[in-house]
């Protein structure tokens, strides 16, 4: 016992260790972050005390330590990841990526005052959603659009503004989880609506919806299965189909189609995913989709169709609590506004030219990175063919032929060697796949590319 408290008596006081700390040349770092850092790893040595093993203290290695816990907590927590995994809507790493040069908008309106809710012609009050309205509706051939949070208030706002207390007809096919959170039956709860499923898993027919109509129902929904696919002996119903029940009886039919492509990958050869435009044609009242699925753009809730029922949502004070803020309707906008030349939004829009980059040109990128990976004793790199997806629960099936570069190295595991890469200054999300580390670039930039071929450099020398 006093064994321990002498060793304990020998360790720094918080105060003296903050006053070391401040000679390594830690100026711009809050003093409560070095205070908290000094706390946490002489704890710690106390605790090493405490449990009894050999100790020796150090007063370098507690500096050292006390260093890089600072680092550590003096970095964003939110920050860049290098998207190794070859899936190129990844909703754990941020789905998304925006086009480049919406940075320079949205750094103007975060600094600046904006015209978000006032209109500059006549000096009035104006609405946040008129920025992106027009756009939408001549982009997707809809009478009106709202946009909001995400696709799952979008959802939400319609079934609440359209169908609260009454009753709202979905196929049990089209019943779907989507990413843990957004599950059908419970958003239906949410807003007030009582579920009426009908038909089967795998078939469900026109006559189902029909024979579930009563003084009671509210809406038709259909959910587009997007990140499942029921194969085989399977029937479900055409929105024109749902269209002529909706029309007969008077009710909305609404589609919740997850994903919100705005040009056709189809003539890219990739998925049969139907376009925004294409369901509103078939006769869909309004459509619902994310901003940042197959859009590429940021994270939001885009409402399309009908403007009479999108004026009823405007008018519902749900929308308040749902509201997107200016950052996301800017990089919105910006988005947006890349598909009005449909010929260069392949191009512009990183989502979308990450997913149709020719095969040729992914396996030249691979060869530029494995050229940029030097040799050293004990490390393999190949390149290999890899299978990417599109991911964010889109197009699943729809497999993804891409390149990549496996590594092995004799000095350490492939689980090693992955997770030491996702500890790295920027961190790398690749995959493990027969024993190698697999990094896919068709979702790597090139400044990607030189930052991984940096740390493998160094991870290789051991
Ligand atoms: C992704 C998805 C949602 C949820 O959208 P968020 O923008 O993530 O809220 C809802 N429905 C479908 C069909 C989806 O694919």
């Given at each position: 016992m006093t064994d321990k408290n002498s060793l304990m008596r020998q360790l720094p006081k918080v105060d003296e260790m903050m006053r070391s700390i401040a000679?390594?040349?830690?100026?711009?770092?809050p003093a409560v972050l070095i205070k908290l850092a000094c706390q946490k790893e002489i704890e710690s040595e106390r605790q090493r005390i405490l449990s009894g093993g050999p100790y020796q203290f150090s007063q370098d290695d507690l500096i050292k330590r006390i260093k890089a816990e600072v680092e550590k907590q003096n970095q964003p927590h939110l920050r860049k990841v290098i998207n190794a995994t070859g899936i190129v809507l990844h909703t754990n790493l941020g789905r998304a990526r925006l086009p480049q040069m919406v940075s320079e908008t949205m750094e103007e309106i975060s600094s600046s005052y904006s015209n978000l809710e006032y209109q500059l012609e006549t000096g009035e009050r104006g609405s946040r959603y008129e920025h992106v309205e027009q756009l939408l509706t001549f982009l997707t051939g809809s009478e009106a659009a709202l946009v909001v949070n995400n696709n799952a208030a979008a959802v939400y706002l319609v079934l609440s503004t359209l169908a609260q207390g009454k009753e709202v007809i979905v196929s049990r096919g089209e019943l779907v989880e989507i990413?843990?959170?957004?599950r059908v039956p419970e958003i239906m709860k949410a807003s007030g609506c009582t579920l009426v499923e009908v038909g089967t898993t795998n078939k469900t027919h026109k006559r189902d919806y029909e024979e579930h109509i009563t003084e009671h129902t509210g809406a038709l929904l259909k959910v587009h299965t997007s990140n499942y696919k029921i194969i085989g002996f399977t029937e479900e119903v055409s929105l024109d189909q749902m269209k002529a029940v909706g029309e007969k009886h008077g009710l909305p039919l609404i589609y919740d189609l997850g994903s919100g492509l705005m040009v056709d990958l189809k003539a890219y050869g990739i998925g049969d995913e139907p376009t925004v435009r294409s369901c509103l044609e078939q006769g869909a009242d309004l459509v619902c989709f994310s901003g940042d699925k197959l859009l590429g753009g940021p994270q939001a809730g885009i409402i399309v169709g009908s403007a009479e029922y999108i004026k009823q949502m405007k008018k519902n004070h749900l929308l308040r609590a749902l509201r997107i803020d200016k950052l996301t309707l800017t990089a919105l906008e910006y988005t947006l506004r890349q598909y009005l030349s449909p010929e260069t939004a392949a191009e512009r829009i990183p989502t979308l030219k990450m997913i149709t980059e020719p095969l040729e040109n992914l396996k030249e990128k691979a060869d530029r990175f494995y050229r940029m990976l030097t040799e050293q004793p004990g490390v393999q790199y190949e390149v290999v063919e890899t299978v990417g997806q599109i991911g964010g629960g889109t197009m699943p099936g729809v497999d993804l032929s891409s390149y990549g570069v496996g590594v092995t190295m004799e000095h350490v595991s492939a689980d090693g060697l992955e997770s030491m890469m996702r500890k790295n200054r920027v961190p790398i999300i690749a995959r493990i796949w027969k024993d190698k580390v697999l990094l896919d670039v068709?979702?790597?930039s090139d400044q990607d590319l030189s930052e991984a071929a940096e740390f493998l450099n160094m991870a290789g020398r051991g």
């Open positions: 000679l390594e040349g830690m100026d711009d770092v990413g843990g959170a957004f068709r979702t790597m």
